[in-house]
């Protein structure tokens, strides 16, 4: 009975034994392990799982199998293997079947190819990965190249499932593939990613013209055996700077300097002999401004008082200027570098310049005002004893004698005289004999003068427009006796006055340099002058003239109005003759008395209207603005009914016409002469 526990407690061993052994994995088909630790991999048409499996018990890695890793696989091995390498091998088992292993942590994810790729835990850097068959994405940097440009040449390279991307901020390239890919196309983009000697050099040149030169290397550099060689380049021209740019590979530009260095050399002594026709410079001018050109390019003293042809230092100049004014040409002998610099200050000095409408306004207007008032007497007690006032007033001229002689002349104005009776005059004739006199008289006088000087010049260039009258003056009176028939009293000769005259321009002058600035001002300096003559004034020797003159230099905007200066001028004089302590009597002194007024106001303003005109349309319309002005003027004289000239024969300038259309340009037909053919355009 003892032995029966015994019994039972044996038979649950073995029971457990058996359990345990069922439980336990079964070795794997096509596996073996050598005793140093190596396998064997044998498999045939196995299921991908069992080779997973398999994978995981001999390298200890843990794997997560998606649901899509499914099929056969065939693995053949001769000789065991490490586990590393049976992970390698699996790696590439997994690459054929369009699968990837993707570390995850502790874990593994066996996954499709594609979505490896876009998992981020594949891996960043070739390097640092495990297999060559490992999915890794890898930043490529490029320094010499366009990483755009290096996408079309490596797309080829990659598999259907990889991927290259370029950074163009960066430069840089982004590879997602294989590791062992991967690092081939490092390896590619290092080769190609290497400074190049294809450069851009700049060849100066001192004598050759740089246009034609690049003509001639741009022939050569298109030889067939060149191209082929690698060697061909690129030749510009650059015509401000006299240079010669070429782009190429080292050996090509070598032989292009090479070729340059014997074409760019000084031709004979003295140079080329060019003619340079001008257009709107003067020639004559244009000499001495060259000619100091040429001295400081080629580094000697300016041909300052030295003869033609030698500088003043006594060395030849380099360069002979000379001016043909019959063509406004110059004849430039001069090598050809130092040609090149002298046509180019020729170009930029040959310019059409603006020109300036200077417009004066000069307005005067004067109001005077005259009066005369007065009472005189005249007794005559006989014919041998006169006696009674003599005042002399500005208008009357005359004195009271030779009105008692005759009263019809005593003076302007209003005249009212009592006569008393007659006296016998110095012919014996009895005349009126004037007792009193009461004179009154008021003139008023106004004028309004408007003068509109206009001159028209070049920028910079003096002008001057002269209305005026050539006046004699009186500078000088001699007299001189001559003797008849030799003999030395001066009661034998004659008188011989002698006068000189000097003639003056009595008028108006107006005298304008303008200058235009870089905007829209104008610099004027100005001289105008108007002159009139006066009336005669008792006690002048010759004629009086009355000047106004104006000197300044001003600034004013293209098209605006401007007042240069003026006068207000006011005058206002009284004169009074009187008998003494008779005229001091109140109301009675007025008998004795003779009073008269001079009141002369003036007002003077000169004004300057200037307007630049930069072309030829501009300067048409203001020609035919004021051309039509005269002939509006001569069509409404033609008008007039009172002129006994016929109107087809009154003065009239003909019409004009534009290039573009053939009415006139005030769009009216010609009034003048209505029969006759209009006037062709030109």
């Known amino acids: ?117 876009q998992d981020g835990g594949s891996g960043l850097g070739a390097a640092r990965a495990e297999s060559s068959d490992e999915i890794v994405t890898q930043i490529v940097p490029v320094k010499h190249v366009s990483a755009a440009e290096l996408v079309a040449i490596l797309r080829p390279l990659l598999p259907q499932g990889g991927q290259l991307l370029s950074h163009a901020t960066s430069n840089s390239l982004v590879v997602s593939d294989r590791a062992g890919n991967v690092k081939r196309l490092v390896d590619i983009v290092q080769r190609i990613d290497t400074v190049s000697d294809a450069q851009v050099e700049v060849v100066p040149l001192r004598h050759a013209n740089a246009s034609e030169l690049a003509r001639t290397l741009t022939s050569l550099a298109d030889d067939k055996t060149a191209q082929a060689n690698g060697d061909a380049s690129r030749v510009f021209a650059d015509t401000r700077t006299n240079s010669v740019l070429l782009a190429g590979s080292k050996n090509g530009r070598l032989k292009l300097r090479a070729l340059i260095a014997h074409l760019d050399s000084p031709v004979v002594d003295g140079g080329d002999t060019q003619v340079v026709y001008l257009r709107y410079a003067n020639a004559k001018d244009l000499v001495p401004i060259l000619q100091g050109v040429a001295a400081t390019l080629s580094g000697s003293a300016p041909p300052t008082a030295a003869k033609p042809g030698e500088s003043a230092g006594g060395l030849a100049s380099p360069a002979t200027i000379q001016a043909h004014e019959e063509t406004n040409a110059l004849i430039i002998s001069a ?240 004169n009074v003759q009187k008998v003494p302590a008779l005229g001091d009597i109140p109301l009675l002194g007025n008998l004795f008395r003779y009073r008269s007024n001079d009141h002369q106001k003036r007002d003077l303003m000169v004004f300057l209207h200037p307007k630049i005109l930069r072309d030829e349309a501009t300067e048409a319309s203001v020609s035919s603005e004021k051309y039509n002005y005269m002939r509006t003027e001569q069509l409404q004289m033609r008008q007039e009914d009172w002129p006994i000239t016929p109107r087809s024969q009154r003065p009239l300038l003909p019409e004009v016409h534009d290039f573009l259309a053939s009415p006139s340009l005030d769009g009216q037909p010609n009034l003048a002469q209505p029969t006759a053919p209009a006037t062709p355009r030109r």
């Open 1 to 117: 009975m003892r032995f029966l526990p015994l019994a039972f407690a044996l038979l649950a061993a073995l029971h457990g034994a058996a359990a345990l052994a069922q439980a336990a994995p079964e070795p794997q088909p096509g596996h073996a392990r050598t005793a140093d630790g190596r396998h064997t991999l044998n498999l045939k048409d196995a299921d991908i799982q069992a080779l997973i499996a398999t994978v995981s018990e001999i390298t200890g890695k843990n794997f997560i199998v998606g649901p899509s890793v499914q099929g056969k696989v065939t693995v053949v091995s001769a000789q065991p293997m490490r586990p590393d390498e049976i992970y390698d091998v699996f790696l590439s088992v997994l690459r054929v079947h369009g699968l990837a292993a993707v570390p995850s942590g502790s874990m593994i994810k066996i996954v499709p190819e594609a979505m490896a790729q």
């Open 335 to 574: 090598p050809p570098a130092i040609f090149r610099s002298l046509s180019a200050v020729v170009r930029q000095l040959d310019i059409r310049r603006s020109q300036v409408l200077i417009e004066a306004v000069i307005a005067e207007v004067a109001d005077q005002t005259a009066s005369e008032l007065g009472v005189q007497w005249q007794v005559a007690g006989n014919k041998h004893i006169i006696g009674g006032t003599n005042f002399t007033g500005p208008s009357t001229g005359n004195n009271i004698l030779s009105a008692a002689i005759n009263p019809f002349g005593v003076g302007n104005g209003f005249n009212l005289g009592y006569v008393a009776g007659t006296i016998a005059g110095p012919d014996g004739k009895p005349i009126a004999q004037l007792g009193a006199l009461i004179s009154a008289l008021r003139g008023d006088g106004k004028s309004n003068i408007l003068s509109t000087p206009s001159v028209l010049t070049l920028d910079n260039q003096e002008a001057q427009i002269k209305v005026a009258q050539e006046v004699p003056f009186l500078t000088g009176q001699y007299t001189t006796n001559a003797s008849l028939g030799g003999g030395n009293t001066p009661s034998n000769g004659i008188t011989n006055p002698f006068q000189t005259i000097e003639r003056k321009d009595v008028g108006l002058v107006l005298k304008v340099k303008p200058q235009i600035n870089e905007g829209e001002s104008v610099r004027l300096d100005i001289h105008q002058e108007v002159s009139s003559l006066a009336p005669t004034v008792t006690g002048a020797v010759d004629l009086i003239t009355n000047k106004r003159e104006l000197t300044t230099s001003v600034l004013v905007k293209d098209d605006a109005l401007l007042v240069l200066g003026g006068l207000i001028d006011n005058q206002l004089k009284d």
